[in-house]
């Protein structure tokens, strides 16, 4: 069985001292478990301060993007080699919001992909349809080509250890989240383009979440679809209490 990963993803929210004040108030209460996982991706500023202070709890501490190369001059960017050296083991890479803003493109997602496991990092990859473009019955075209692009000449046993995340651009922040039958829908698509391209050993070990307006109380019956292994979590990170609930759902059967 896969085990369930539930990543927050704070965004550019929070102060240094709201970030510390929910590590040292979420970590003791997280369910240890073997059915789930559970990460913050908080920003780069805070990631050493939130990694020593979650040290042997249940909380594990990501990023929200990085550089593909090493090091060099690049402004402002932090790098794979960075990340790993202040103890950060998980990246999120591709976000909707960094493909839209940042000019990521599924070329630089794909380089960002190499350098995560370069550097033993697991990437989270973010994948997903505009409104328009689901309005448009292309969903699945769009998601399975973002994929194949995002994973292009990785080899299969990285792969089985990366995590990808299926967010319609639409739902995210909106409110609207895709109904757990679509979304499982296309979680399904995801997994078999992994399938086509790798296998199947590899389709049924890569760990696949949805994201989009995921909350305490809708992330239950998401879960409990076959192809949705966890979820990435904006706006209902943020509260020590929504993201324990939500990680509490993870750990249950
Ligand atoms: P919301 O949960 O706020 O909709 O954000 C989703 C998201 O973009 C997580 O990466």
């Known amino acids: 069985m896969r085990k369930r990963i539930i990543a927050g993803n704070w965004k550019m929210y929070k102060t240094a001292e709201e970030a510390e004040k929910f590590a040292e108030e979420v970590k ?50 932090v790098s794979p080699a960075m990340l790993k050296s202040v103890g950060v083991n998980y990246v999120v890479l591709g976000h909707s919001e960094r493909r839209e803003y940042y000019n990521e493109t599924d070329q630089t997602v ?28 292309t969903t699945v075209e769009k998601v399975s080509h973002q994929v194949k692009e995002a994973f292009k000449e990785v080899d299969g046993t990285n792969v089985k250890n990366a995590v990808i995340a299926y967010e319609p651009i639409w739902a995210i922040g909106t409110g609207k989240t895709a109904t757990a039958d679509d ?33 305490p109380g809708n992330v239950e019956e998401l879960l409990s679809k ?19 609930k939500l990680i509490e759902a993870g750990a249950n059967e």
């Open 28 to 77: 003791g209460k997280l369910p240890v478990s073997d059915r789930v996982e559970a990460i913050v991706c908080a920003p780069a500023l805070y990631l050493t301060k939130l990694v020593e202070l979650t040290e042997g709890s249940a909380l594990n501490i990501g990023a929200q993007t990085m550089h593909s190369e090493k090091e060099g001059a690049f402004t402002g960017e």
């Open 110 to 137: 794909n380089e960002k992909v190499h350098a995560a496991f370069e550097y033993g990092l697991t990437p989270i990859v973010c994948v997903g349809e505009t409104l328009e473009e689901r309005e448009s019955h």
């Open 183 to 215: 979304a499982n829908e296309v979680c399904k698509a995801v997994r078999e383009t992994v399938g086509e391209l790798y296998g199947e050993e590899v389709a049924d070990a890569v760990r696949i979440q949805y994201g989009g307006s995921v909350n």
């Open 226 to 244: 076959e192809h949705i292994d966890g979820a990435l979590v904006g706006g209902a990170s943020l509260e020590p209490a929504s993201f324990i």
